[in-house]
């Protein structure tokens, strides 16, 4: 290969009808393609590692297929085309829909059909996914609903259950305590009388004799 190849004004575009970044890209394949030529691993590396960190902070899919084009035209160096294809994998999406991206010359018409379709089935499944995650959703802020509905409830019932102890607690007190009726001074037999509601019941130790009220 000769280096005039490298800087073949034909096939290498203007900076005026390119972005900023992927002008300064071809700079970098430029080298890359010269770094490659007199193989120089030190300065092939250094360029790989520009371009990928340019790739990663301003990422751009406008002239990107150029910049393709003269990676692959001009230099063999598998490592910056992993990182390019690589770079395009990740933006895919974009890159489709860029008319130049399939009449660079580096996509024949078959890969060309293949992307497409693959493109059209992942968009479709993510459509997919995305209503089943929208339903999944539905039914969990449902479940939530629920859930908060049975803390409600369980929170009812705990404080009957605490309530229920507690009268039976006081009725088993004034019991252990007691020897004799106050009203009909005998022994004493007794009987727990409920009362109150059915939520918040009561309960009264009564005389089984006069039925006089202890508390």
């Not at 693959?118 to 539905?138: C, F, G, I, P």
């Amino acid at each position: 290969m000769d280096v005039e190849d490298v800087e073949d004004v034909e096939d290498t575009p203007t900076l005026a009808c390119i972005t900023e970044t992927s002008g300064v890209l071809l700079c970098h394949v430029n080298v890359a393609a010269i770094a490659d030529y007199y193989d120089i691993p030190a300065l092939k590396e250094i360029v790989n590692r520009k371009i990928k960190t340019i790739l990663d902070t301003n990422w751009s899919p406008y002239g990107f297929s150029t910049v393709i084009k003269q990676a692959f035209g001009s230099t063999s160096d598998t490592e910056l085309h992993s990182i390019l294809a690589s770079t395009a994998a990740e933006h895919i999406l974009e890159l489709v829909g860029q008319e130049d991206f399939f009449t660079c010359g580096v996509v024949n018409n078959f890969a060309a059909d293949l992307l497409k379709e693959v493109v059209t089935k992942y968009s479709n499944r993510e459509e997919e996914l995305q209503q089943e995650l929208d339903d999944k959703s539905y039914h969990l802020r449902k479940f939530e609903g629920y859930y908060k509905e049975e803390q409600a409830r369980c929170a009812v019932l705990e404080e009957r259950i605490s309530h229920i102890n507690d009268s039976f607690s006081s009725c088993l007190k004034k019991l252990n305590g007691t020897t004799d009726c106050r009203n009909c001074d005998v022994e004493f037999k007794c009987y727990i009388e409920r009362g109150g509601n059915w939520d918040r019941p009561t309960y009264t130790l009564r005389c089984a004799r006069c039925h006089c009220r202890h508390k």
